[in-house]
């Protein structure tokens, strides 16, 4: 059978609703492993590494770009959204990773640049080429002047001075909102849509779970306004989510819309949008949580986006494959959370900070299991990036955001046991400053270690995979008289989960209301401790710096009902 009679494969059976317990592991296949030994990850190796993705106890993998590409923006720059960059492999191999991985009962969601393609990609070249006004130079938004559509803002400030460039070609300026090789689609034309759906169904016919689709605030452009979040992205997320429902009810649409939280749930339409979105007004919430010790940031962002329709979920995260972006936060609070997270202005891009958690945090331990705490444990699913569960370092010498993209630490071997090749090979070096070197920071090293941050994830993921209440329950903030502590009740019927965390570096007592709780015993769910039963007083708690709890409320140590 050659690779283009492949029958349909079957995605993993079971609940449509499945992206609401799920807990995502975000990956390059470039920086993961290399099993060809020619310095650049691939999904052989990737296949070969499934087992380890298995032990964290995540049940989804968000894979970064993987198709052909020139690489000018990693692989968000597509030229052709129907094969693989052939150093990552080729078809075949993506299929046997999609195959493996639900052996393992683990989704795969891949990444879908759905906004623009790389100028290199046989339509631009087509559309530069064929007559103004044809379907083929329609593929893109072109204009005569480049000062049409002056309302929108430049996304990346650093590099782009406009949001249009000149093609000598096509004698007209093509529209791009991100980097300038990189030409916005233009969807107003049906086949433009009609080809998303087709490339759509290709990876649906790999078995692939969902699509995270990137950048779609921007998907229609619309003269005299800021071009973001139109009405008619909207009809369009609707028209392709129906279609693909209907043959596909169980997989999922993740919109990448970094905006404010009302226009981000926006993507959600009344549950005929997107099933899953990044929360990015909660990321910067938590950071500034910790710098200012207090609980504000986190409770007002979340109050304002707890109603959303009931088969939706918000996908959350602390760290990804960009710079953390400061996008969504005032601008005296980015300023603030660029003083106190990237003081070496070297860490800035764009409107956001280059480094990976372990570094923003120091290395303290302390504060990246609260952070952790946190996103375990706040409503929707999380998404961990790769390295992050064994604290890898970044590279703020390598340019753009290629220092949070570095190679999996897998052991202080050589490479840091990454890949054969010879160093200079290699996708992107890997991490050798004293502090977050490979020697130190490793998968094998982490392994043996009871106590390493890496075991201690899979612990935490573990625990949590026995509560439907994270993923699936009802929030309620709890009254405090201890602005430092964030406390809050996560429901689902009988499974009732108190979280509680310190965001201080000090010490801190604090006493919680919980008026309709009295009489029920709280146990401590890392290590089963029954704490006294909460009485008609508030219930008091004391925590050292940054620590937390999660607690079962029982009866007397028995499940509620
Ligand atoms: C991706 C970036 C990428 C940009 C342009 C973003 O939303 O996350 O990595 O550079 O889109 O494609």
């Known amino acids: 059978m050659n690779r283009h009679e492949r029958p349909v494969r079957n995605r993993l059976n079971g609940d449509v609703l499945w992206y609401k317990d799920a807990v995502i592991y975000q ?82 969601v891949v990444e879908l640049v759905v906004n623009h393609t790389s100028d290199e990609h046989p339509w631009f070249q087509r559309a530069r080429r064929a007559p103004a006004g044809s379907p083929e130079r329609d593929y893109y938004v072109w204009s005569d002047t480049d000062d049409k559509f002056a309302e929108t803002r430049i996304i990346f400030v650093d590099t782009e001075k406009s949001n249009w460039s000149w093609d000598p070609v096509a004698k007209a300026y093509y529209w791009h909102r991100f980097y300038s090789h990189q030409p916005d689609l233009n969807y107003r034309n049906p086949e433009v849509v009609e080809e998303l759906l087709d490339t ?11 699509f995270r689709l990137d950048a779609i605030p921007h998907l229609v452009e619309r003269e005299h306004t ?23 009810p169980d997989v999922i649409l ?43 940031p986190i409770k007002t962002i979340l109050r304002q986006t707890l109603s959303i329709p009931d088969e939706c979920q918000w996908a959350i995260f602390l760290r990804n494959h960009d710079e953390l972006t400061l996008e969504m936060v005032t601008e005296a609070e980015r300023n603030f959370l660029w003083e106190t997270y990237a003081a070496d202005k070297r860490a800035r891009l764009n409107l956001g900070i280059r480094r990976r958690l372990s570094p923003l945090m120091g290395q303290d331990r302390r504060r990246i299991e609260l952070l952790h705490m946190l996103l375990l444990s706040l409503p929707g699913s999380p998404v961990l990036y790769y390295g992050d569960e064994i604290g890898m ?13 570095t190679p999996m630490q897998w052991s202080d071997r050589e490479n840091a046991g990454f890949s054969q090749a010879a160093p200079p090979k290699l996708a992107l070096p890997v991490i050798t400053d004293p502090q977050f070197s490979y020697a130190a920071i490793n998968v094998a090293e982490q392994d043996d270690d009871p106590h390493s941050l890496l075991n201690w994830i899979r612990q935490t993921l573990r625990l949590r995979a026995e509560h439907a209440a994270f993923g699936r329950g009802s929030m309620r903030f709890l009254k405090t008289d201890n602005d430092s502590v964030l406390a809050y009740l996560r429901e689902c019927r009988d499974d009732i989960i108190l979280c509680a965390a310190n965001l201080s570096k000090t010490s801190q007592a604090v006493r919680i209301d919980l008026p309709d709780m009295q009489g029920l015993v709280p146990v401590e769910l890392t290590g089963e401790t029954m704490f006294p039963a909460i009485g008609r007083q508030r219930y008091s708690l004391t925590f050292q710096p940054y620590a937390y709890f999660w607690f079962k409320l029982t009866n007397n140590g028995a499940a509620t009902s």
């Not at 169904?201 to 969902?210: A, I, P, T």
């Not at 226009?263 to 910067?284: I, K, N, S, T, V």
């Open 27 to 108: 990956l390059h296949v470039k920086s993961f492993f290399d099993a060809d030994g020619d310095g650049v990850g691939d999904f052989k190796g990737l296949t070969q590494k499934l087992d380890y993705i298995a032990s964290l106890g995540v049940n989804t993998i968000w894979l970064l770009p993987f198709y052909p590409s020139p690489r000018r923006d990693d692989g968000y720059d597509i030229s052709d959204y129907r094969g693989i960059s052939s150093q990552y492999g080729d078809i075949d191999d993506f299929q046997a990773f999609v195959d493996a991985a639900h052996g393992l009962g683990i989704r795969v």
């Open 200 to 210: 759509m169904r290709f990876w649906l016919d790999k078995g692939v779970d969902g």
């Open 226 to 248: 800021d071009n973001e979040n139109l009405p008619e992205t909207h009809a369009l997320l609707k028209h392709i989510r129906k279609k693909l429902e209907r043959k596909h």
């Open 254 to 296: 993740l919109a990448e819309a970094n905006l404010w939280q009302q226009e981000a749930r926006e993507y959600f339409g009344e549950g005929d949008e997107c099933h899953m979105a990044f929360h990015f007004p909660l990321m910067p919430r938590m950071f500034m949580a910790i710098a200012k010790e207090s609980a504000k």
């Open 393 to 405: 370092g970044d590279n703020i010498d390598l340019g753009d955001r290629d220092g949070v993209r």
